[in-house]
């Protein structure tokens, strides 16, 4: 037979070790983008085994292919209408039955498809001992253990799909078969739908509408809308029945086929003494004990990283600026030497100090993080907090990042459930003091003012976050979600792995943030060779001078600070001539000035990234509202600091 | 499609059980009238879940504030916002 391009699809509930395998797939070659038109994350890897080129898809994680998340309809949609040549779904043996839940979807799907049964190591260690050859004859799919964290059982994995492909399943598989009104109830609807041309297969399209799933119940009535409430009706019987909802009954029927199949495969034999995951989860999750815990590991985080990255940055940009007089001397220095070094190298200088020693490092303990489980028990931890804003506690992870770069947690805000969770996550997020404000906060206010003045700010913006998230709860339509999270075991991450995430981070962060970041400083830069600057200022003046009580010179540091927050301070010294800032600025202008730094209008990194995620006029929105709002507080600041004695 | 049967026994929410206690669900009270629970179909989620009527959930702590529950269902251990956990009703498994 000739050899040919195969496409095989990784499917699985979260945290099962799905990326891990994928990894030790493809290896180097993936590429990870979105799929079109959502804000769903796409990987794609080729590998090249037996003389085929595969192509691998890593579908996102789901608990189930229903219809109420993207990433759902998303994963259905693209295993029955692209139909990979075969499905691996990855199942967590620690948690079989809920696992096999989402396999018995995928086989009432009729997809190809065999079973990587990963983290036996973890299945072990809590007491669960699988049967796989019994596992394997149950659904008469091939399952495959597998422990991927360490590499175990992936050859024959992909040994084992591609004998699939070639040769075709070589067993019946499990039905899955329901109660007897509902399944008459299906036969009937199967019926109906048998003859229509559909992506579907028509017992599937069947329960579906049982069920009451939205998607196929509209692109059914399109062909026949008999179809749908013949099928409405049947479900309406079911209900009276049963006392519960058709597709509680169909779900509740389904987990029970799960669960016979989980019953019979599977061994308990508890673990006499808890484990060491255990105990670290009752620890990190404690009523007491588990907030001073959260509390130092993320100062311990955020030290480190704060300190790698002054270090690294400043070792950056003392390289880079060594090119300068390079660069002079090839460029000369004219208005062309200073649009070539002032406008592209700088704003690429900006974005490499930036980019290179905090946002790496940020992304490697996040990533570590997540995948050892820890981020869940802190999201767990601050659902209180985070509700007072109409958030869940997901949304503390998004916030989190916030505190090193706005930039990755706008993107984070992805975990959220709905666009409206997302959006306000986003708002609340650019308004954290990330890296660069910070240094701005400590640098003039912490350096000249004393340390208790920087705390105080920080407590302001905590304030500030607590009202407008609020104000923006009650202002967006829409209802909140609450929080449903797993919580899996604790794990080592795998390293691999959590490098990779880092590395696709960082090539989105430069996506985004760099063509930004040079355009601005290149239009500064012009605007500065054309004597443009002291003109904004003077327009500015009104508004930093009269209103603000600033020095008339603020107006073009803070029109720099679009660019990168911390070049408003850097620009002030430059400009002002001085690095002792208490000479130039009353303490009053400091508090102002910095508080305005904060919240006077998102990045430009951060704004191109609220318009990846959100379109231009919500960006737009949230850009204008923050200016609106930082001039009214600093000026009001300004009153209220010249009211008291100090 | 509301479905509120009186059974007779004791149908209590998940946020009365103490920390250690097992009970059975017996349903989900998503409310009508489209409130909040209607637009990201938590009910669905939920089942998706394993919380489907008749199975057991352990309460294993609450977190403090009027914080979330951990429970332990179906071999997987979830977190969940208490104003969804009192949505979740059951009765107390007698031994």
Known sequence: MTKRKLVIALAGNANVGKSVIFNYLTGLHQHIGNWPGKTVERAEGTLHFKGYTIDIIDLPGIYSLSTYSLEELISRKYIAVERPEVVINVVDASVLERNLFFTLQLIELETPMIIALNQMDIAKRKGIEIDTEKLEKLLGIPVIPTVAIKGIGIFQLLEKAVEIIEKGPMTKRVEVKYGEEVEEGIAKVTKMVEGLQFWYPPRYVAIKLLEGDEEIATEVSRIDPQIVSTAEKLANEIENLHGHSCSTVITSERYEVAGCIAREAQKLVSPIKPTMEERLHTLTTHKIIGYPIMAFSLLLMFYSIFTFGDYTSELLSNFFYGWEPLFASLFGTGIVGKLVWGGIVEGVIAGVTIALPYIVPFYVILYFLEDSGYLSRIAFLMDTAMHKIGLHGKAFIPVMLGYGCNVPACLGCRIMETERERLLAAFVTTLVPCAARTVIILGLVGQFMGIQWALMLYVIDLLIIFALGRLAFRTLPGEPTALIMEMHDYRLPHLKTVLKQTWFRLAEFIKIAFPLIIVGSLAIKLAEVFVLLELVATMLSPVTVVWLGLPAITGITLIFGVLRKELTLIMLATLLGTTNFSKVLTPDQMVVFTLMTMFYIPCIATIAALVREFGWKKALFITIFEIVFAISLGGVALRLLTLTPH | ?95
């Open chain 2, 1 to 95: 499609m509301e479905t509120r049967r009186e059974t007779g026994r004791a149908e209590i929410p998940l946020t009365t059980l103490r920390e250690g206690e097992t009970g059975v669900v017996t349903s989900i009270k998503a409310g009508r009238g489209g409130g909040w629970v209607r637009g990201w179909g938590f009910e669905k989620r939920l089942m998706d879940l394993g919380l489907t009527p008749g199975t057991k959930v352990t309460v294993v702590k609450s977190a403090p504030f009027h914080g979330p529950l951990e429970i332990l269902v179906r071999g997987s251990r979830l977190a969940l916002g208490r104003g969804m956990a009192e949505r979740i009703f059951v009765e107390i498994e007698k031994e």
